[in-house]
């Protein structure tokens, strides 16, 4: 496809930033990559991630997108800034928006959720360092497999969130923050579980700024009609039926934001 913009992830999750990039560029063609077949990146040694993220990279530059938006928190936390030296495109990533759940934040805690490596990993100690305070990192043990396999819906993953947040139910939690693409996929089940606490999710932030490059560059299409968007997976072609039921609201994916859904300020 030409002129597209790859956006990539361990499996389905980037699917949730694709959601948002695509009402901030809807004449933008895109192809959207997805590692199913290794997902999930966040319980392996931080240099297996690399290897895979750097395969999964080159899936995208063979195609000769135009820039990377990494749909993924763990491969922006493992491998961004070693990719960003060794490409000549613009390279967006996306790390957990604890920044903006710190502002909201009054007497209570914030839940930091994300996967094991990039909760383990410098960028987040110092994402720490500056918004930390009342922050819980909380591994989100299980919920990347459960959207994976198309279950975020189901009575499992309310199972696993409820045994992730067994801990905190009593407490005043004042923001959660999603710091894992496939986490939207769960929003509705995470919100049961604490109704009317705000979510930062990062995805529109990432949106804009991935729009911003792009315009810096002199990147943005000059199409006037609606681009194309195009899934592939280094899995089977079930992973390329479930992007685009995610992609079109279903197994989860009804709670984000739809496609002509008006666009909140920048
Ligand atoms: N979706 C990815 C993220 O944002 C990671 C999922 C995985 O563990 O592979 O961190």
Known sequence: MRDAIGILDSGVGGISLLRSAVRYLPNENFIFYGDNRNAPYGPRPFDEIRELSAAAVDALLNQGVKALALGCNTITAAY??????????????????????????????????????TLSLDRFARLMGLYGEGVIPLEGV????????????????????????????????????????????????????????????????????????LAEEGLLTKRTTPGEIEFQSSGGPEYIELMKRLFAGGAGGHVLPRRDDELPAP
């Open 80 to 117: 961004a800034e070693q990719l960003r030296s060794i490409v000549h495109i613009p390279v967006i990533g996306m790390e957990p928006a604890l920044k903006p759940a710190s502002q909201v934040r009054k007497n209570g805690i914030v839940l930091a959720m994300a996967t094991r490596a």
């Open 142 to 213: 299980g919920l990347v497999e459960l959207v994976e396999s198309g279950r975020a819906d189901s009575a499992e993953a309310h199972d696993a969130l409820a045994a992730i947040f067994a801990p905190y139910l009593g407490e005043q939690v004042d923001a959660i923050v999603l710091g894992c693409t496939h986490y939207p996929f769960l929003r509705r089940q995470i919100e049961s579980f604490f109704p009317g606490v705000p979510i930062f999710d990062g995805m529109d932030g990432t949106a804009q700024q991935l729009k911003r490059r």
